[in-house]
């Protein structure tokens, strides 16, 4: 699989992260081929987060894939720490906690990202900065960045972290594309998209933050997704068009028009499903043309001023 550097750090990753958000609701037999496949399919960045399961995902996953030192080596592993039942939680106490929690229940004695996953409104950056610098200096965590963060909260962390933050987890997809499509209106009266989260792809790629977005397939908040719904005709009948073009599957090419915007984003899926893990990868050898991407952008009801 074609990778890419993440942020600006020298680790090199596949373009597709696999998420394991829903691993628990696979059998001990089904977990161990959903993580063989990703392995051989190149997708060795797996995702994961202290709450995905109350916790469960991350032992499961282990069990999944017999962690030991060789095991460990073939994988490039991710968690993300900062929610807690009722409230968001950046407090230095917190973050360490939750690393302990995480390798213990992945069976590693490191991470390789650490990203802070939910903005605490509360933070002290500089509890922050003292917990990843004792995280970087006991190699508990090698990379750190951010999820759903805009441009100035990241720019409050770096004031205080001396770490790179290497990559901001976002939700975008087709459908949920407002972070594009405010691009285009710029200056514009009665615009389209608003400007919600200050510039955040263009401020990435002046950073080189690493986008990766999650819930690829989605449209609004976890309302399902745009693929084979009859909500979306015009979306699925362009997205069929270019997959049999390309004698892929529909899956692939949404990952694929992720792939194709030049701010190199490594997009999480989700799937537990064998065969869309696989059409996930293969989106990695397709470049969508410069019509097909704004053809697919359009068809998703986006408007071009």
Request: charge should be negative.
């Amino acid at each position: 699989m074609r990778t890419i550097k993440l942020g600006t750090s020298n680790l090199e990753v596949p373009v597709i992260a696999v998420g394991c958000m829903r691993i628990n609701s696979l059998d001990k037999q089904e977990a161990e081929r959903f993580v063989q496949t990703s392995l051989e399919l190149g997708a060795n960045f797996f995702d994961h987060a202290d709450i995905y399961g109350g916790g469960n995902c991350e032992s499961i996953f282990a069990d999944a894939v017999h962690m030991n030192d060789d095991v460990r080596e073939k994988m490039i592993l991710q968690s993300k720490c900062g929610i807690r039942k009722g409230m968001f939680d950046f407090s230095k106490e917190h973050i360490l906690q939750s690393v302990d929690g995480i390798l213990q229940r992945l069976r590693t004695d490191y991470l390789d990202v650490l990203l802070l996953h939910r903005p605490d409104t509360l933070v002290e950056p500089e509890e922050v900065a003292e917990a990843f610098d004792q995280l970087e200096r006991t190699g508990k965590v090698r990379h750190f960045g951010v999820s759903n963060q805009n441009p100035m909260q990241i720019q409050l962390l770096q004031k205080y972290v001396k770490q790179p933050i290497v990559a901001n987890q976002l939700q975008l997809s087709i459908t949920n594309a407002t972070m594009i499509s405010q691009g285009f209106n710029v200056n514009m009266e009665n615009a389209a998209a608003v400007n919600r989260d200050g510039s955040i792809l263009d401020f990435c790629r002046l950073n080189d933050i690493t986008i990766q977005p999650w819930s690829p397939f989605q449209y609004g908040f976890f309302e399902g997704v745009f693929l084979d719904n009859e909500k979306f005709p015009e979306l699925n009948a362009k997205i069929n068009e270019i997959a049999e073009k390309y004698n892929v599957s529909n899956t692939t090419i949404a990952i694929a028009w992720l792939l194709r915007h030049p701010a190199n984003m490594q997009p999480v899926t989700g799937t537990m499903n064998l065969g869309r893990i696989a059409d996930c990868a293969k989106a990695s050898e397709i470049t969508l043309t410069r019509e097909e991407w704004y053809a697919i952008f359009l068809a998703a009801g986006n408007i071009l001023p």
